[in-house]
């Protein structure tokens, strides 16, 4: 992971992030309902094991740049583990995606400091989309995993909590009234802060600053409309 210093502001936004990933942990558990928390290994021997195998996911999501053909076959064969000891952790592919997913969370859990307040919701949402791009970039196989999922139905449940996080985090500043429109409004801005960035990753294999800025424009559009309405 490429580590940089944040702005004591851009940290708050990050903070509200980790409420998001942790979302979307528990969302997409819920959306593939036969998926089962991973069984963590106590002994040396067995974290071993299970670090091999989470790195050789992530090194065939990266290799991919896709979810598309990764198995818990082609993972174990990576790992150089027998496959009943993969069984043993994960019980789908599923339950080892939302480990990777949780293992980034914890990453950046351990690098967010304290933070002000924003003044603006506008900044506030600048801020937050340039926290969303940077940990995206810094972690390339969860922004494949939010942005190139397999299941349409997880991107509208992920999107829905991501939206009520960031809502919780604007209203709780006093940047935004309380009312269901607001918290429809900041479901619907996740979502196509997204699917900008999905395009910007699909077309051009990163995000590019293009891209961004389209992101940013395209949100704070949508909001400031959506606001106006509200008074």
């Not at 940290?11 to 998001?20: C, E, N």
């Not at 933070?115 to 600048?126: S, Y």
Request: with cysteine.
């Amino acid at each position: 992971m490429c580590h940089r210093m944040r702005s004591p502001r851009k940290a708050a936004v990050m903070q509200g992030m980790i409420v998001m990933r942790s979302d979307w942990i528990r969302v997409n558990s819920v959306a593939k309902t036969a998926a089962k928390q991973a069984r963590l290994p106590t002994r040396q021997p067995g974290i071993e094991r299970y670090n091999r195998i989470i790195e050789a996911a992530e090194a065939l999501i990266l290799e991919a740049g896709s979810l598309q053909g990764i198995t818990l076959d082609a993972i174990a064969k990576r790992a150089a583990v027998p496959r009943v000891s993969l069984y043993y952790f994960f019980d789908s592919i599923e339950s080892l995606l939302d480990a990777l997913y949780q293992r980034g969370v914890q990453k950046m859990i351990a690098e967010l400091p304290q933070a002000p307040q924003a003044a603006d919701w506008r900044d506030m949402m600048l801020l937050y989309i340039d926290g969303v791009r940077d940990f995206y970039i810094s972690n390339r196989v969860e922004m494949i995993l939010a942005l190139l999922p397999v299941s349409l139905v997880s991107v509208n449940q992920v999107s829905r909590e991501f939206g009520q996080a960031l809502f919780q985090l604007l209203h709780s500043q006093g940047l935004v009234p309380k009312s269901q429109q607001v918290l429809r409004a900041c479901e619907m801005a996740s979502e196509l802060a997204d699917l900008v960035w999905r395009k910007s990753l699909i077309e051009k294999g990163i995000l590019t600053p293009a891209y961004t800025r389209e992101a940013k424009r395209v949100v704070i559009a949508y909001l400031d409309a959506v606001l106006a309405a509200t008074k």
